[in-house]
C-alpha cells in the first residue's frame, strides 16, 4: 500500500513501515468485526480482481452538528478557539474526515486552511524521517524553520541512537491528543503547529482516522436489501437503513458515512468484490470556487485555491485527484479581505471555515469488480432511523457562550 496521495517524501523503511501499518489496521478492523459475527463477504485486498475506480463523494461540512444546533450557531462552534486555546471547535465537532483553522488578522479572515492527512501517515513520517518533517511544519507555519522541542517535545530526534519508535512516540506526545473522553483537555498538550494557533499538520478528531475509515467501508461490504415499506418489494437501502440493518461502523446524519455505507452496500449487493484503492486515504477531490463571489460580483478563480499533499487529477496516471490539502489565499495584490467575499448559495459574507469546507468536495476512492450472478439477500424490514444524540453539541455551545 503506497502512501496517501501519492506522495514521494518517506525512504523505502517508511514506505514499507506505511504499508505495515495500514495492513495492520485492517486486520484488526476484520477482527473486531467478526467478534460481532460480522464478515464482509465481498472485501478483498486483490486490485487485479477490481479493476473499477470508484468515488463515493460528500462536501465536508459537519451536517449532524449543523442539524443538532441550526447552522448559524453551528459555523461559529466549528472555528471555536478560546483565548489562549487551540482549535476547540475542530477537535471536538469537525468530523467530515476534513479539518481546517481560520487565520485571521485583526478580526479579518486572511487565509483558510484545509487538510484531510492522517495521523497515523504522519507518525511514521516523524518517526522515519525527521528533517522533512520539520520543513513541513515550517512550511505550514509559514516560518523558516520550527524548534524541535515544538514538533518532537524534549527529544532530540537527531540524537545518536534514537530509535525510529522513539521519534514516533514523542511527536505523538507533542503534536497529537491524548485518548480521553475530554477533548478540551486532549486538546492541551497539542502543540501550536497542529493545533490551530500556529498551523495544522494532520486531523486530530477521534472519528477521523485511518481506522475509521476502513472500518467503514469495510462493515459496509455485504449484501443487503430492505423491504419498502409503501410497495413491499425489495429495494437497495438508503444510508441511514443500511447503518442499521448492517450494524455499520458509522455515524448516521453526517455527510460522509451513510453516503459511504450506501454505496458500499450497493456494490456489495451486486455481488462485486470490493477493494481499498491504493494509495488509501481521505482526498479534497474538488472546491466550488464558482460560488464565492468578489466584492466586484465576479466569480473567486480557481487560482486563488492551492490543492497540495497529493496529486492533482492531470499528475495522476488514472486521472483521479489525489489531494489532502487546500489553502484559500487572496493575491498580493487585492485591496479586500477573504471575509468580503459572498457565498452565493446563502448570501452571506464569508466568515466561517464550515461555509468554504460546504463548498469542498471529498472523496475515498474503492475500486470494484465485475458483477458475479443474481443477488442473494433476504429483505430487511425498513426501519427509521435513531433521533440524533446533540448533547455535546449543546454541551459545546454553552461552553462557548459562557
Known amino acids: 500500500m503506497g502512501p496517501p496521495g501519492g506522495l514521494d517524501e518517506m525512504g523505502s ?49 459537519p451536517a449532524r452538528v449543523g442539524a443538532c444546533v441550526g447552522r448559524d450557531r453551528a459555523l461559529a462552534l466549528f472555528d471555536w478557539r478560546p483565548d489562549g486555546e487551540g482549535d476547540v471547535g475542530r477537535i471536538r465537532h469537525q468530523e467530515e474526515y476534513l479539518e481546517w483553522r481560520v487565520v485571521r488578522e485583526g478580526g479579518r479572515i ?5 487538510t484531510s492527512e492522517f495521523s497515523d501517515y504522519w507518525g511514521l513520517l516523524a518517526g522515519h524521517e525527521p528533517a522533512r518533517t520539520l520543513e513541513l511544519v515550517a512550511q505550514f507555519a509559514g516560518e523558516e524553520e520550527v524548534e524541535t522541542a515544538d514538533v518532537y517535545g524534549p527529544l532530540d530526534p537527531f540524537a545518536a541512537g534514537v530509535s525510529v519508535d522513539e521519534r514516533q512516540t514523542a511527536f505523538a506526545q507533542t503534536m497529537l491528543p491524548a485518548a480521553g473522553d475530554d477533548r478540551r483537555q486532549a486538546l492541551v498538550q497539542v502543540s501550536a503547529y497542529n493545533d490551530g494557533r500556529s498551523a495544522i499538520c494532520c486531523m486530530i478528531h477521534p472519528n477521523n482516522t485511518l481506522h475509521a475509515l476502513i472500518a467503514l467501508v469495510a462493515s459496509a461490504a455485504r449484501p443487503l436489501l430492505v423491504c419498502d415499506p409503501v410497495t413491499g418489494q425489495p429495494r437497495h437501502a438508503s444510508g441511514s437503513e443500511a447503518i442499521l440493518a448492517l450494524e455499520a461502523a458509522a455515524q448516521d446524519g453526517r455527510n460522509s458515512d451513510p453516503l459511504v455505507v450506501e454505496r458500499v452496500a450497493r456494490v456489495a449487493t451486486e455481488r462485486r468484490q470490493i477493494a481499498f484503492d491504493d494509495p488509501v486515504g481521505v482526498y479534497i477531490r474538488s472546491v466550488q470556487h464558482h460560488e464565492l463571489e468578489q466584492p466586484d460580483g465576479s466569480d473567486v478563480p480557481a487560482s486563488w485555491f492551492e490543492f497540495g499533499r497529493g496529486l492533482r487529477a492531470a499528475e495522476a496516471p488514472d486521472g483521479a485527484q489525489r489531494c489532502q490539502r487546500l489553502t484559500l489565499t487572496l493575491p498580493s495584490d487585492a485591496d ?11 448570501g452571506d459574507r464569508l466568515r466561517f471555515g464550515g461555509q468554504l469546507a460546504a463548498l469542498a468536495q471529498l472523496t475515498a476512492y474503492v475500486r470494484t469488480g465485475p458483477r458475479e450472478g443474481a443477488v442473494v439477500a433476504e429483505p430487511s424490514p425498513c426501519v427509521d432511523p435513531p433521533a440524533a444524540n446533540c448533547v455535546e453539541e449543546l454541551a459545546s455551545l454553552e461552553e462557548m457562550a459562557g
Do not use: H, K, Q
Not at 486572511?110 to 484545509?114: H, K, N, P, Q, S
Open 110 to 114: 486572511r487565509r483558510i486552511e484545509m
Open 336 to 346: 479586500f479581505m477573504l471575509d468580503d467575499l459572498v457565498v452565493r448559495r446563502s
Open 13 to 61: 523503511d517508511a514506505r514499507a513501515a506505511w504499508n505495515v501499518r495500514a495492513g495492520t489496521v485492517l486486520r484488526g478492523v476484520l477482527t473486531e468485526l467478526a467478534r460481532t459475527g460480522t464478515r464482509p463477504e465481498l472485501l478483498t485486498t486483490d486490485l487485479g480482481e477490481t479493476p473499477e475506480l470508484r468515488a463515493p463523494d460528500w462536501p465536508g461540512y
